[in-house]
């Protein structure tokens, strides 16, 4: 058996959700923070998603192979942002039921026993276009029933000020283990899918607060061979997913 013919792992299968967050966005900026949400927007741009805009992080658009495309200048950027043209895919290093991400600190915010990156753009990701989360160790630290510091605006969050919220959507959770979305009745997080290898059970155990987990899940779809043999040969050669996700 080849490397380009072997069984996906579990960092392909998480690529391959990552991909999907962006299927179907037409022309909109992807923002894909992290080794696999990158490897996926760049397979959805070469496959599923040819209008998607990449960037070079800077103020450059480029194709799938990082070639230079187009200028994407600050003031640009930030109209998108404000404007619902950009899905974002952040971290979080903690993410209660109703979508609320805290990557700011640890414990009581003004004596916090660990200082993490701080809010960032967090809350502007979070109310002005669409986020989706990438959490590639799914455990109790990350899944709380309550952040300690609110930095991504969740659905009961937005929902006290609706006004300011109109682009506020909270697409998708990938993790290690499965996806996520929040298509409840009261917006708290439910499972989608389950990578092959994982029971409900199993993520129940390494989740904090209680999920929503339909009688039957499906699996998480499986990578075509040609996306395959694109992660693999072209995209990720140099096998930098399964650094952040172990096989």
């Known amino acids: 058996m080849t490397a380009s013919t072997a ?12 991909a999907e967050v962006w299927r179907g966005a037409g022309e909109i900026l992807a923002s894909p923070m992290g080794p696999i949400p990158s490897i996926g927007a760049r397979l959805a741009r070469r496959t ?19 070639t ?18 950009r899905h974002v895919m952040m971290g979080a290093s903690q993410l209660d039921r109703q979508g609320n991400q805290n990557i700011s600190c ?20 979070t109310l002005n276009n669409p986020t989706s989360y990438w959490i590639p160790r ?19 969050r937005a929902a006290e000020h609706p006004a300011t919220a109109r682009f506020h ?5 990938v993790s290690d283990l499965g996806v996520f979305d929040f298509a409840t009745p009261d917006h708290s997080m439910r499972v989608v899918t389950l990578h092959p290898g994982v029971t409900a059970d199993q993520v129940r155990e390494a989740t904090g607060f209680e ?15 040609e996306e395959l043999r694109l992660i693999r040969e072209v995209i990720d050669p140099a096998n930098v997913r399964d650094r952040e996700v172990r096989s």
């Open 169 to 173: 959507r909270l697409a998708r959770v």
């Open 7 to 18: 069984s996906p792992t579990r960092a392909e299968y998480c690529v391959i959700a990552c």
């Open 68 to 85: 230079p495309e187009g200028w994407l200048p600050y003031r640009r950027h930030l109209t998108w942002v404000t404007g619902g043209r």
């Open 106 to 125: 640890i414990g009581d915010w003004a004596r916090p026993a660990r200082q993490l990156l701080g809010v960032r753009g967090a809350p502007v990701n």
């Open 211 to 225: 999920l929503t987990v339909p009688p039957e899940v499906p699996p998480t779809r499986t990578p075509t061979p």
């Open 138 to 156: 799914h455990s109790r630290r990350v899944f709380v029933e309550r952040v300690d510091m609110v930095c991504g605006v969740g659905y009961d």
């Open 48 to 66: 599923f998603a040819p209008d998607l805009l990449l960037t070079d992080g800077e103020a450059t658009l480029v194709d799938a192979d990082g």
